[in-house]
């Protein structure tokens, strides 16, 4: 009996968040692009508060590989931390709204 074992190759962050200013009322977006799909639990963050998919919060994901994030109508207390995990990956960028 033979056991076939592989392990996937580690996903890479290609391109992470980048720190965004936008008006009050205007979208942010915020792109995170993988190495490669397969990647579990991602999860989007602002200020350590999960995000989900609403009318405001539109999360998405093209081929697996990149990931967006639009917060819709933004207010100034929507400034602050926005981070990206999937698995052990993270990367984080600052919101400011004016």
């Known amino acids: 009996l033979l056991l076939l074992c592989y ?3 580690a996903a890479v962050i290609v391109s992470g968040l980048k ?3 936008v008006f ?3 979208s942010a977006t915020f792109t995170c692009e993988l190495s490669h799909p397969g990647v ?3 999860q989007w963050w ?3 508060s999960p995000l989900h998919n609403n009318f405001v919060t539109e999360i998405s994901e093209q ?3 990149i990931h ?3 917060l819709n109508d933004v207010a100034c207390h929507d400034s602050g931390t926005v981070t990206f995990r999937a698995g052990s990956l993270i990367s984080t ?3 400011l709204v004016k």
Do not use: C, F, R
């Open 24 to 26: 009050v009322g205007e």
């Open 7 to 9: 392990t996937e190759e």
């Open 63 to 65: 081929d697996g590989i």
């Open 19 to 21: 720190n965004t200013d």
């Open 40 to 42: 579990k639990n991602v």
């Open 68 to 70: 967006t994030l639009t």
């Open 93 to 95: 960028a600052k919101l």
């Open 46 to 48: 602002l200020d350590g």
